[in-house]
């Protein structure tokens, strides 16, 4: 799309929700506790600010303040505040921290407004199947001309989705300078577009789109399973053909069941 002449500020919205699942197998009550303290410290709420302020680098955002914290008994979330353009110090709130964390997370002020990044985990396990399963809600929304789908490759490399839900929609309207409103400053078919080919040839996908109100849904499920990826504290090799089979089958199920929203 050719690039708009605004009259005033770019007054879009654009709202990226990245929803991955990662499923694995735990057998006995420790190797499930050892699995959600492997979870919690992959992911604790540092390593989750790490890849966040990448995505605020990657779409061209401006960092204003840090919200942080780790939960008992596990679970994290972190909170940026952005801005499209940078501002000058004198205009910054005092009690902003522009990305440097002070040592007591719980004494950092949270802020929300329409420029922010979000992400909140959720670690759990079936209670006697053996499945394990971590959950990831991430949300970018920007305003004005930067776009959070400039970081959906990015998502994809930080994280191990074996099912993944993706939700974009384009709020509000701007003007060009003849007055005439504008609900969409870039053009969208599908989220599909911004992933690279070699991310979408991993899964299957399926699309639901609203183009006439700019919502776009995408979600997807690994073609692949090698049992090795998906167990913890085992190896395939020690596993009967048997046991391979029912593993495989309940990672299956667990997998399709998330990604078609129905218990079988």
């Known amino acids: 799309m050719e690039k708009l002449k605004l009259y005033g500020?770019?007054?879009?919205?654009?709202?990226?929700?990245?929803?991955?699942?990662?499923?694995?197998?735990?057998v006995s009550p420790e190797d499930k506790e050892?699995?959600?303290?492997?979870?919690?410290?992959?992911?604790?709420?540092?390593?989750?600010?790490?890849?966040?302020?990448?995505?605020?680098?990657?779409?061209?955002?401006?960092?204003?303040?840090?919200?942080?914290?780790?939960?008992?008994?596990?679970?994290?979330?972190?909170?940026?505040?952005?801005?499209?353009?940078?501002?000058p110090d004198i205009n910054v709130d005092a009690s902003c921290n522009k990305g440097d964390l002070i040592a007591n997370p719980r004494n950092v002020i949270g802020h929300l407004d329409k420029s922010h990044i979000s992400v909140h985990t959720y670690p759990e396990y079936h209670?006697?199947?053996?499945?394990?399963?971590?959950?990831?809600?991430?949300?970018?929304?920007?305003?004005?001309?930067?776009?959070p789908l400039k970081a959906l490759?990015?998502?994809?490399?930080?994280?191990?989705?074996?099912?993944?839900?993706?939700?974009?929609?384009?709020?509000?309207?701007?003007?060009?300078?003849?007055?005439?409103?504008?609900?969409?400053?870039?053009?969208?078919?599908?989220?599909?577009?911004?992933?690279?080919?070699e991310t979408m040839e991993m899964y299957n996908s399926i699309d639901v789109n609203v183009y006439q109100e700019n919502i776009f849904h995408t979600k997807m499920i690994l073609r692949d399973l090698i049992l090795d990826d998906y167990l913890f504290e085992l190896k395939e090799e020690d596993l009967t053909g048997r046991q391979r089979k029912e593993i495989i089958d309940k990672l299956t199920q667990e997998m399709h069941e998330i990604y078609y929203g129905r218990n079988y």
């Open 9 to 26: 500020f770019n007054n879009l919205t654009k709202t990226l929700s990245f929803n991955i699942y990662d499923v694995c197998y735990a």
């Open 34 to 87: 050892k699995y959600i303290e492997y979870i919690d410290e992959q992911y604790n709420s540092t390593r989750l600010t790490e890849i966040l302020v990448e995505v605020t680098n990657i779409i061209g955002a401006n960092l204003l303040n840090i919200a942080k914290q780790d939960y008992e008994p596990q679970g994290a979330s972190v909170n940026l505040l952005i801005t499209e353009e940078p501002l």
């Open 127 to 147: 209670p006697d199947r053996g499945i394990m399963t971590f959950r990831v809600d991430i949300d970018v929304s920007t305003c004005g001309e930067i776009s």
């Open 153 to 197: 490759d990015f998502l994809f490399a930080s994280f191990d989705s074996d099912i993944v839900t993706c939700d974009y929609r384009i709020r509000g309207f701007t003007r060009d300078v003849d007055g005439t409103k504008h609900f969409k400053d870039h053009s969208i078919n599908s989220i599909q577009e911004y992933i690279s080919k």
